[in-house]
């Protein structure tokens, strides 16, 4: 958990798939939001260093909202209007309780009793994206629209049919979702992607000539990211996948392959291909950009961007099961459910 968080409560492209003219239109945006006088700092072994704290806490969306329409420039005053939104909502929520308003009133995740998270937890950001110098409407880039291209039919029932079994088994720890059980972070936070969420949006990186290793806040995940080598064999499969990286210039370019498949980032399958390029812009910023490739998910791959910036936070463990009786509550609540139900049918049979 950041030091901001503490105080408030006491890339990409393939290689293969954009060779050529658009990774060169791309290089070209990635140089030319440097600073004039600015050069990539490198390691011992000559390749940029990317270590250090970094954010990707923002307000804007991973989806467009629809007043943008195909438009993924922010004006300045709409950038202005958005923040200052967030402002006065935070304000709002963050002032002292009415006691006689209904539970959940200061709550920014479900309302009433199914409130998860109050505005007193929340540490989202303040601030849109900016990226090489863009105020952005949404972190997605591609397709134009700014919106998750849709799933296939046939994902479409597998995915349904997916949630319908997860709303309904409670037989044993097995049978929820990652999050549920503090393995991995929820929302894409570890990645791949990394995708800001709620809170503990905070990534320290640490390389060495082999290995890039980035720590995660939310739930400590800590990604190996293996530099050079191949894939293992498809039947050996890895929370957050298996990552592969490269040096593409000054850029690292990650590919991730070899999913669980119950990561599902978006309805995603097992055979998920995420290509990632992180790209040091300037002393306090990295540029990331991702590609989501599985045909057999989405009728079309789909591409984001967001900044990672510096921040003189630390991380803090995210104790996820210290004193977290939800997982226990809830089987021992389906338990509960079951005798009362074979008590009714005993009664009836009667």
């Avoid at 300045?76 to 539970?103: G, I």
């Avoid at 849709?150 to 037989?171: G, I, K, M, S, Y």
Wanted: with cysteine; aromatic share 6%; net charge neutral.
């Amino acid at each position: 958990m950041s030091i901001a968080m503490l105080m408030r409560i006491g890339v990409v492209a393939t290689a293969a798939m954009l060779a050529g003219a658009p990774a060169i239109a791309e290089k070209s945006a990635q140089e030319s939001s440097k600073p004039a006088n600015w050069r990539v700092p490198r390691t011992a072994d000559g390749h940029p260093d990317l270590q250090g704290m970094w954010t990707n806490a923002t307000i804007t969306p991973l989806e467009r909202p629809d007043q943008f329409g195909g438009r993924l420039a922010l004006t300045d005053a709409e950038a202005a209007t958005l923040e200052k939104v967030e402002a006065d909502y935070n304000a709002e929520k963050d002032a002292p309780s009415d006691l006689s308003e209904a539970p959940g009133g200061r709550c920014r995740s479900g309302t009433g009793a199914s409130c998860g998270y109050n505005n007193f937890w929340i540490d989202r950001g303040s601030q849109v994206v900016v990226y090489n110098g863009e105020k952005r409407s949404s972190l997605i880039v591609d397709p134009p629209n700014g919106k998750v291209p849709p799933l296939t039919p046939e994902r479409q029932r597998a995915v349904a049919a997916r949630a319908q079994t997860a709303r309904n088994n409670f037989d044993g720890p097995e049978t929820r979702s990652l999050g549920e059980r503090c393995l991995l972070a929820f929302g894409s936070s570890s990645g791949p992607p990394m995708l800001p969420v709620l809170y503990n949006n905070h990534y320290q990186i640490v390389q060495n000539q082999n290995t890039v290793m980035i720590l995660v806040e939310m739930v400590h995940d800590a990604r190996i990211i293996r530099l050079g080598g191949t894939h293992p064999p498809k039947s050996v499969r890895k929370y957050m996948g298996d990552s592969i990286g490269r040096w593409e210039g000054d850029a690292l370019v990650v590919e991730t392959t070899n999913f669980t498949g119950r990561e599902a980032f978006r309805g995603a399958t097992e055979n998920l291909r995420v290509i990632e390029r992180f790209t040091r812009v300037g002393a306090a910023t990295i540029n990331y950009r991702f590609t989501i490739d599985d045909p057999a998910a989405f009728t079309k791959t789909w591409s984001g961007e967001i900044p990672l910036n510096a921040t003189d936070d630390q991380i803090y463990e995210y104790a996820c099961h210290e004193g977290n009786y939800a997982l226990p509550g809830i089987l021992a609540g389906a338990r509960e459910e079951e005798k009362a139900a074979a008590a009714n049918k005993g009664s009836t049979s009667r």
